[in-house]
């Protein structure tokens, strides 16, 4: 599906509409450039899931893991520095009993993942406008209906 | 007097005097190795009745596994060695486990996660397949081998530990073990596109 | 009976009870006025209902020693021990400013206060004639020996691994191991197999910082390490280590925070840390304002960035910029021949708007994307583009929200002192307009040496030592990473 988000506000607030979607187990692949609103998106996530802790940019540590109040972990990674798979290795993610959301996910996928949920994000036009296109890969979301409005 | 230390799938420790196993703590938590890894130790030294000035030896067991986990063993392993002044040995987690089947040909087989085996093959004792990762698809070329579960404790690991110095074999190196190959190429500087 | 620390109110009865007791050799009120105010003094009171009791101390921090300046019991209630209890208390005082020897001095006459200052362990060191003029009586100058705690410190956070030994609040050594050299180091890590040369670097960095102190394993009393914040699996790292250092030789182990740990450096930089103050933390991992009343009950976080830390800002302009990573020490350069002045990018979360639910708060989102766009536009539109300029005004950038909330913050809170600590530190530019800011605003700024500043074991080490002074309880061995620690648990138990 696509939509259009118009300001940093309404990207957040359709990370909390996502994470209802969301369960332990759960990929979700986020690309878009510098500045297109991955954290922001995934900071709406947080607040949806009730994470303990900032959400914050993990580039420099690669992968931040925050406890909920009470549901699943949700692990925040930062795919861009990561140049082998032995370092993918090394992050050892809980991936059965988290909800992992991924930036820069193209150094990240490979065919071990049967499921996720891709939003490509685009910041093209005027200064604060997205552009979304979330897809969903797999038998996991095959029959799913984002609730996410616009 | 030997302390054996393995996380390579849960958290355990294990005390040897000469060939002997003294002790045997285990947690088997897939998640817990920082959290259990001084329970464990202090486990083995207290079930075993000795204090740590007693060790002789510490034997890490070096994975192949989950790296996050198997490195909180090997950490401790090298910690403890240098603070008691006494040498550190490294044992491979699917060497250590073939030992307990020495005869006829085995594959001994574990989890390396991302659809992917962990493996290494035996012949009456003697390795044939070096340590490497297989999918389940070229496990079908190794269909003349029994396969065998190559989850590892530092139970085993003291055994094979004991064994191996008799052969004087050389278990020096303590570094956990990484088989596959790095295979993501970096990207290249990206240009932020408008 | 109570003991607390006195305060001007309570100068009236000290003043009858010292008057009474020393007669013409009393100290004036104005002495105690100052005493009791005084920066590094600590005056007790016994109370009783009524003040029955005082002391006092002064410390010289830098030499690692205190001072036992004046200890009185009122006549009524002498002989029941309140002079025991007052000078236990101020040797308590004294071991955990990190004092190594308490001197003081005592009338040759007074055989009760030289059997009880013996008694607890004071010896005499020297005599100085007539020292008390009106009445001619030798002084004898008394010293008791404090041991401080030999506290051993890991640090593992991405890409180092770093042990430290103080004793007390003295540096007794500093080792880092790192794949990168220090000016690489900053703001940010190499993204190699970092993790590897963690336990690479565990036994050369150990013995290096022994070998540096001049110990042996067993004469480490406690084991400190970070447990968070950061990432789980480097600090996992560090706990195994430490875990297993602990057992080794059966001492306590302290779990700390890795955050607190940076106003840690302070202590050692300067021997005691300067409180209350406000730290502001940047690294490439960490971007946090922090305002510290005490170090190890009273640590609270005032701002934090609510997206990328300063440290990764530089290497995503510097990835805009087509610059190699890591960012900072590039974009320094780029900088040092381009006009801060010449673009005026966004401070993150300075608006008027900001200010209620962010006043602390960083942001360096908009700031990158601003970047991104400038140079954007200049690439598409043919038109010129000056990377140096963009490097300094960004840089520029940078810097001034950094001071700008950090002096709000003191000013805030009226806390005249601020402590810089993270690797961002070494930005020269930095240090240059925080010291300008803080001149012109009559804030005492402190920067610890760099070794201190970027993740070291030293620092971690001093929290430890911090506690094991102040008497806490080590932490039970089951403790684990958490790789968002909130700052205001310094210590997991």
């Not at chain 2, 008691?84 to 989890?111: M, Y």
């Not at chain 2, 992917?116 to 340590?131: K, N, R, S």
């Not at chain 3, 790292?237 to 700390?256: E, F, M, R, T």
């Amino acid at each position: 599906m696509k939509l259009t988000i118009k300001t940093p506000e309404a990207m957040e607030a359709f990370g909390r509409r996502l994470s209802r979607s969301l369960e332990p187990g759960d990929l979700v692949l986020l690309s878009g450039e510098l500045g297109a609103g991955k954290t922001t998106m995934t900071r709406g996530i947080g607040v949806g899931l009730e994470a303990i802790g900032t959400i914050q940019s993990p580039t420099f540590v690669l992968a931040r893991t925050h406890r909920t109040k009470n549901g699943p972990k949700l692990v925040h990674v930062d795919a861009y520095r990561l140049t082998s798979a032995i370092e993918l290795d090394d992050l050892d993610i809980d991936f059965a009993n988290s909800i992992v959301v991924v930036e820069w996910p193209r150094n990240f996928l490979d065919d071990s993942f049967e499921n996720w949920v891709l939003i490509e994000i685009d910041r093209s036009s005027q200064e604060d406008v997205r552009e979304l296109v979330v897809t969903g890969h797999g038998p996991r979301w095959q029959e799913v209906q984002f609730d996410l409005g616009n | 007097m030997i302390l054996a230390i393995d996380t390579s799938a849960g958290t355990s420790a294990a005390v040897f005097d000469g060939t002997k196993q003294l002790s045997f703590v285990n947690f088997d938590d897939r998640f817990g190795h920082a959290e259990n890894i001084g329970l464990a130790i202090q486990g083995a030294f207290s079930k075993a009745g000795i204090t740590p000035a007693e060790l002789t030896l510490v034997a890490v067991g070096r994975g192949p596994a989950p790296y996050t986990g198997l490195r909180v063993g090997v950490a401790a392993g090298i910690a403890m060695a240098t603070a008691l002044g006494i040498p550190a040995c490294g044992v491979i987690t699917l060497n250590a486990v073939a030992r307990k089947h020495p005869v006829g040909r085995i594959l001994v087989v574990a989890d390396a996660k991302r659809k992917e085996l962990f493996i290494a093959g035996f012949q009456d004792g003697e390795q044939v397949i070096p340590p490497s990762v297989a999918t389940h698809q070229e496990l079908e070329d190794y269909s003349s081998f029994r396969q065998v579960p190559g989850e590892c404790d530092a139970s085993v690991i003291g055994e094979y530990l004991i064994w191996a110095k008799a052969q004087n074999l050389d278990l020096t190196d303590t570094s956990a073990l990484y088989l596959r190959s790095p295979d993501v190429t970096p990207s290249a500087g990206k240009r932020v596109t408008g | 009976m109570e003991i607390r620390e006195l305060q001007a109110a309570d100068l009236p009865e000290l003043m009858k009870i010292e008057t009474d007791l020393f007669t013409s050799e009393a100290w004036k009120e104005n002495s105690f006025r100052s005493e009791i105010e005084g920066r590094f003094t600590d005056y007790f009171g016994a109370f009783d209902g009524e003040l029955i009791g005082y002391a006092g101390l002064h410390s010289v921090p830098a030499s690692f020693s205190s001072d036992i300046q004046t200890l009185a019991v009122g006549a009524a209630h002498q002989s029941k021990g309140l002079g025991r209890t007052l000078a236990r208390k101020l040797i308590a005082k004294a071991f955990a400013l990190g004092s190594e020897a308490v001197f003081l001095e005592v009338r040759a006459d007074n055989q009760s206060a030289i059997s009880l200052y013996s008694s607890l362990g004071f010896k005499q060191i020297d005599i100085r004639k007539n020292y008390y003029q009106d009445s001619a009586i030798d002084a004898l100058v008394m010293r008791l020996a404090l041991n401080q705690p030999i506290v051993l410190g890991i640090e593992s956070s991405c890409d180092e691994t770093g042990i430290g030994i103080v004793k007390g609040n003295r540096l007794l050594a500093n080792a880092l191991h790192s794949s990168m050299d220090e000016h690489a180091k900053f703001g940010g890590v190499v993204p190699e197999v970092a993790a590897r040369a963690h336990l690479e670097a565990l036994q050369p960095t150990i013995v290096q910082a022994l070998k540096d102190a001049n110990l042996s394993m067993n004469q480490i009393d406690a084991i400190a390490v970070a447990n968070g914040p950061g990432l789980a699996g480097a600090l996992m790292v560090g706990i195994g280590a430490a875990k297993a250092l602990a057992l080794a030789h059966n001492k306590p182990i302290y779990a700390v925070n890795h955050l607190v740990g940076h106003v840690g450096a302070d202590v050692l930089e300067n021997g005691t840390v300067s409180l209350p103050t406000i730290a502001l933390l940047v690294s490439g991992g960490h971007t946090s304002l922090l305002l510290v009343r005490d170090l190890l009950d009273d640590v609270e976080l005032l701002g934090e960035t609510i997206d990328d830390a300063a440290g990764e800002a530089f290497d995503k302009v510097a990835r805009v910029l087509g610059l190699p990573y890591p960012g900072g020490p590039q974009i320094d350069k780029l900088a040092e021949t381009g006009n801060p002045k010449a673009i005026r990018f966004p401070r993150g979360l300075s608006l008027p708007k900001d200010m209620e639910a962010h006043r602390f708060d960083f942001s360096f989102s908009g700031l990158k994307t601003a970047v991104a766009r400038h140079v954007e536009k200049a690439v598409d539109n043919g038109l010129e583009l000056s990377k140096a300029d963009v490097a300094a005004s960004f840089r520029e950038a940078v810097v001034d929200v950094l001071l700008t909330k950090a002096i709000n913050a003191c000013e805030a809170h009226g806390v005249k002192k601020l402590l810089l600590g993270g690797g961002v530190v070494a930005n020269a530019r930095l240090r240059q307009v925080a010291k300008i800011r803080c001149d012109e605003a009559g804030i005492e700024l402190r920067i610890p040496r760099f070794s201190l500043c970027t993740d070291n074991g030293a620092m971690i080490a001093s929290i430890g030592a911090q506690l094991m002074m102040a008497g806490r309880p080590p932490s039970n061995l089951g403790f684990g990473a958490e790789s968002t620690l909130e700052v205001t648990k310094v210590q997991t138990l």
